[in-house]
């Protein structure tokens, strides 16, 4: 079956675009020796994470209990949770967890630490724990590397365990003035920092110019997406998914309406000297998608010499990708256009 | 089970509320002589469109086939589609749904109208065609009344299909206008005009000032949302959803993190006379959840005299509710405070 057949609205993704992209990060941290442990909160994928396992990946990175237990159910060995996991309801799942994965969880406070320590207990199984420090997201981590080290403290204290290093999102100057203040002082106080973990698609290739960073954590890359190519991290051929959708009324002269509208695209927008709208049409570049309803998306074709007729397929690459698989159950691979598979996207939905 | 201990973030919904709701305005639409057909975009859920259908509402109404393919298994016989449905590969889904309930279809252009004729042909039953126009929104609909005229026209031509009326949304002074205009065209081409459909919740105890209008469209008075209330439409009192969420960091004094970010509350915005940032939360009225990551949300305190803790439950009052419901594979519902189901939200994701 040909893409261009498809029904509609769908993503699809380019397998030769998704593998080059993979081998291209994989090669980069190869050569400066940096450990690679992908995010998968934007395929959501097990055969996807395996393409990246294959390639070399040490493991990889989720954010919630329901979606590591989604990659643990297919297999997956080794898991780092970049979330602080708090409350009661959490211990029972994540002991699940622990025990069918090696597990590493990122967190930022005590509360947290006392969770997951009672989830180890239950699951009488060795957990390593990363301390999350800020470094300019001004999201949340601790503040200070005095902050860092009194948790490390903490977790040094408790059963089953491991004090395992650092990590942060992104990963810039401010990160590098932090991972060498807390080196000096974890040194003082005799505490190892075996992992400095850091994150980000836009600063991938620059992240061996910090010292101290042994991984790195990236997702966007396997897709790329708006936000990616106007950071400058891909560009627009390394895209590889591609949100087909048709055209489904043309009301006046320079407006289009498209069958892709928040519930598949999202409401994300991208910041506007990367691009206006929500998302680039392909076929259409100069037009902009420039309001969303749930399923109606409509288009300004003023800026377009050709415009597409009602029943025209259309393809769009998203501004962020991560939160358009989010959206779908299923999406379809292809290569050159040949429908290879249609997945269903396990670990979408996860938010607990 | 208290809603106080669910496992975060979910969404719980008030039943009594959604049953007061569904009340109010099945009495205004009695009060009028108005068909109400309730659009499930809001819920996705057959129970609650049951609901809504043994309060005397008339139908429902749905944006997609897939949608309505839902409510059709569930035994729904009567079904609005307001979508141009287009192409040669919604010929058969559209036939199979026409065979399992009463459809009718609102369109605005010939190529929709083609691609429906098909699919009654392959089914053998007869759809109920209705012209959309537009009436303020500038999303889609037919301009005038005599583009509205030819349309019906050729509807009128085809095997299985009958022209039904028209279907604008939202309605005001435009679409009274249009009506008035198109009543006395429709006449004198001796075409009648059995339903004028018009939709939207902000403008809902107002259609009955507009002449000719037969049938209302809503959904989001169901749940009702800051949207809602910020156009005057429900009080804070009439939210019948409301998403716990746990605070999961503290990183500074004012600020706070949730373990809901745009996956649990998307990214919609509210029209800044109605409210600040993504969603209005209940315990913190004055604090500001100002941006949102994927799993993350971040709040403002700083006007907030008592400030939450780390594992504390809040609830949030989304801005736009129709796009949670779609987020969620799954909602608890409960009667205060009491849990009474885990309900899967068998619509949600359905965009074709």
Redesign the interface.
């Given at each position: 079956m040909d893409i261009k057949?498809?029904?509609?609205?769908?993503p699809a993704i380019d397998l030769d675009r998704v593998e080059a992209n993979i081998k291209k990060i994989q090669s980069y941290c190869d050569k400066y020796n940096i450990n690679l442990r992908p995010h998968i909160?934007t395929h959501k994928l097990p055969s996807m994470a395996y393409k990246q396992l294959k390639a070399g990946a040490n493991g990889i990175t989720c954010?919630?209990i329901s979606e590591a237990a989604v990659m643990a159910a297919a297999g997956i060995k080794d898991i780092l949770l970049t979330?602080?996991i708090?409350?009661k309801?959490?211990i029972e799942?994540l002991a699940n967890l622990a025990k069918q994965t090696n597990l590493s969880i990122a967190i930022?406070?005590k509360?947290?630490l006392d969770t997951i320590s009672q989830a180890a207990k239950l699951a009488k199984k060795e957990i390593k724990i990363l301390v999350e420090f800020?470094s300019g997201n001004?999201?949340?981590?601790?503040?200070t590397t005095q902050a860092a080290l009194s948790l490390a403290q903490e977790i040094i204290k408790l059963d089953y365990l491991t004090f395992d290093g650092l990590m942060t999102y992104p990963c810039g100057e401010q990160a590098g003035k932090f991972i060498k203040e807390a080196k000096e002082l974890f040194s003082q106080a005799n505490i190892e920092i075996n992992t400095v973990s850091v994150g980000g698609t836009p600063t991938m290739y620059s992240v061996h110019k910090v010292a101290g960073v042994t991984e790195l954590r990236v997702g966007t890359y396997i897709y790329n997406d708006v936000n990616t190519i106007g950071s400058g991290a891909a560009k627009l051929n390394q895209c590889a998914l591609h949100v087909h959708t048709?055209v489904?009324?043309?009301?006046?002269k320079n407006?289009a309406?498209i069958?892709?509208g928040?519930?598949?695209l999202?409401?994300?927008?991208t910041n506007p000297e990367y691009g206006q709208g929500y998302g680039l049409i392909l076929e259409y570049p100069e037009a902009v998608i420039y309001?969303l309803?749930?399923?109606?998306g409509?288009i300004d074709l003023s800026a377009c010499n050709k415009k597409p007729k009602?029943?025209e397929?259309i393809r769009i690459v998203p501004n962020h990708v991560?939160?358009v698989s989010?959206?779908?159950?299923e999406l379809v691979t292809h290569r050159n256009g040949i429908v290879e598979a249609v997945l269903a996207v396990w670990a979408r939905?996860k938010?607990?």
């Open positions: 057949d498809l029904d509609t609205p769908i909160k954010q919630k979330y602080n708090i409350g309801t959490k799942p930022d406070n509360v947290a800020e001004k999201r949340l981590g601790v503040q048709t489904i009324s043309r009301p006046s407006r309406v069958d892709a928040s519930k598949t999202s409401s994300d927008l309001k309803n749930e399923e109606h409509i009602i029943g397929v991560c939160v989010n959206l779908h159950d939905g938010t607990r």
